[in-house]
């Protein structure tokens, strides 16, 4: 059950777009529809963005969208603010019946 | 509104055992699997274990299986973790989470708890 992996750090100036990769095998990311991601402040709860690879649950900002591609999935985030600034997991759901979460990226807005 | 709020963290030496619970309110509990998520102090999310809407079936991950229990009391909402055999490397703030429809690990967690802080020491 090795954790899904991230970049540890991207950053970006305020407007721009920004893309997350999550890389996992063929028993997790690249075999099921169900990946996550989540957004975590420090000091706060995880907030969940886009889930089963490219919906947002209601509420979260369109500026948020999922793909995936083979065992990759990436997260993008456009017109980056500087509420954007945080940590990002993503999570996959495995062949076991268990879930595995990224190591996480942490988000700088320059 | 809805909430989750966990309960029974605490200081316990190794080898020790807890029981931390999860109050759910706001939502029809017996519709949503369930699960536990933790976090070390600075570190990423892990994931504990999940269990389905009924109780019927249960994950863990491989750190706590054989150690640690999930259930679900729907009569009362709550969710529960029992942890035996408890290490230093189980120190971590344990967060519930709502998970999908009926099934656990699909659709993402979508409702969390603050979480409750559990010390493995000495």
Redesign the interface.
Known sequence: QSALTQPASVSGSPGQSITISCTGTSSDVGGYNYVSWYQQHPGKAPKLMIYDVSNRPSGVSNRFSGSKSGNTASLTISGLQAEDEADYYCSSYTSSSHVVFGGGTKLTVL | EVQLVESGGGVVRPGGSLRLSCAASGFTFDDYGM?W?RQAPGK????VS?INWNGG?T????SVKGRFTISRDNAKNSLYLQMNSLRAEDTALY?CARDGRLW???????V????TTVTVSS
Do not use: M, P, Q, T
């Open positions: 699960s998520v990423g999310l892990e994931w999940g079936s994950g863990y991950a491989d967060h656990f690990g699909i659709h993402g967690l979508d969390w708890g603050k979480g």
